[in-house]
């Protein structure tokens, strides 16, 4: 079958865009395409969410499923079609049937497998050879389904999109990819527009329901796929797939089953972690599109959750109702004269990094570095390490005619450095770290927080050392930094993070920095002579009680509201 593929004018002809398509479509590898595949209990599942129920009138409904993989999908959706159309007084014909399914897979093999199976399976059912090749010909389409342009709406779309970072595919189809959809945003994996594709496919009141990875609910480039869910449509079911087996291997991305619809409805019915068994899930599925829920319903339901570009929450309602309030009262951090940074990434830690005295530059041309590593204990035990700055105090790189021993140094290494992705970018530049360093921060008064960690980790640093790219770091004009400690380490900063990031194994947190300058604090201006001095003093110890009493002081907090910030600092 010949791809269908919509390819802009200036591309026809030799095509390398075709040419990229075609390399993706010839891979073996199941971690290069992306594939995961869905147990069947959990199919039906999401079939019943949406309402593709063999009872209902199937065949004037139009099923897309944008990327089949192992057919976990499709052969349940033909199965409830066949027998709804058995059903109706129609019967099984070709002309019926005909417009009802669209499923795309780019693999090749893949594809040729399940044209193969799905022909058997419409044999079986008394359709001739001609007719099985007829329907399977229009239901099952071999090709790139972000470049694919189908003649019709849908009224569902379901499926399991593949998870492919955006480094393993090719450029020139990355750039394509780039120009039709305005939710590629910063480093989202592929499956972010093969949703924004999905929902613009739906017609008016049409559902989709993916399972797939929740990161872009909360992450930073997930913003414009949640504004556009947010301007256009409704998430109204959200179950929290997470330590529960839904797929026949194991994952490591948290996953979430929702149901987002074409419709303005305000409503998100949500469950955590339902029982992977088919009694079990068909109850639920009940429950989640009841009309009304029962008093005795195990299914929550919340409003506004879907607000502009800003993260979903969807669990913690007394956590959030709290921070909700917090957030009315006070200004956010960066506005209270904080600033949230990331330490350097260098791109080539083994050539920039190494041992502070032995690093032979001039003293100008290095900085110390504090690592993750260096703050394990709760305090800074530095061991020695320091990092190279090729940048000028005017923010620029410096000449290499300059500083001898830095040219020298670098001549040394420099098939390691000019071989990075950002050296060869601007080979003229190629001895310049990834992020640029600022030595003014070494000298700066400075909390470090590690990237991902179980609790607030928040480390005073008195102004010796440059964070390392796993470290964020947070420095201050106006709060006194030890003060601040306090705060952070009070389960405050713990409280704002747990909601607005995802979750990794073992329930470890992300202290990112976009979830950082999220937390509101007092500004400084506000608090008493009395209470800065406490908070000061209690950085330095490990009085939990009084910790909390200060920072019930500080934010006027009663003893119900302490329980819920207290609970953050040791979940």
Known sequence: MTTQLSIRPQFEGFCPITEAVEQLASESSLEERGAIYTKREVVDFILDLVGYEADKPLTRYRILEPSFGDGDFIHPIVDRLLAAAQRESGGLTVKRLKPALRAVELHHATYLKHRASLADKLQEVGFS?????????????????????????????????????????PDILMAEYRLRYETIFDRADIYIPFIEKSLSALEQSGRLSFICADRWMKNRYGRKLREMVSRDYALSIYVDMVNTPAFHSDVTAYPAITVIERSKENRTRVFAQPEIDRDALRLLSRDLTAHELSKNSVVHEIRDVAVGAEPWV????????????????????????????????????????????????????KLPLVMTKDILTGEVQWQGRGVINPFGDDGKLVRLEDYPRLAQYLKERRDVIAGRHVATKAPANWYRTIDRIHPAITGQEKLLIPDIKGDAAIVYEPGNLYPHHNLYFITSSTWDVRALQTVMKSGIARLFVSLYSTKMRGGFLRFQA??????????????????????????????????????AELYGLSSVDMRLVEGSAVA
């Open 514 to 551: 976009q979830y950082l300058r999220r937390i509101c604090l007092p500004s400084w201006d506000t608090v008493s002579d009395e209470l800065r001095a406490t908070l000061k003093i209690l950085s330095e110890t490990d009085d939990l009680v009084a910790r909390n009493v200060a920072v």
């Open 129 to 169: 050879a001609a007719e099985a090749k007829e329907l399977v010909t229009a239901w099952l389409i071999q090709g790139d389904f972000l470049l694919y342009d189908f003649d019709h709406k849908f009224t569902h779309v379901v499926g399991n999109p593949p998870y492919i970072r955006q480094e393993v595919i």
């Open 314 to 365: 969807l669990s913690g309602f007394d956590e959030l109702a709290l921070v909700r309030r917090i957030e009315a009262k006070f200004p956010k951090l960066e506005a209270t004269g904080c600033k949230v940074g990331i330490g350097v990434a260098t791109g080539a830690d083994k050539a920039f990094i190494g041992d502070f005295e032995g690093l032979d530059v001039e003293p100008s041309r």
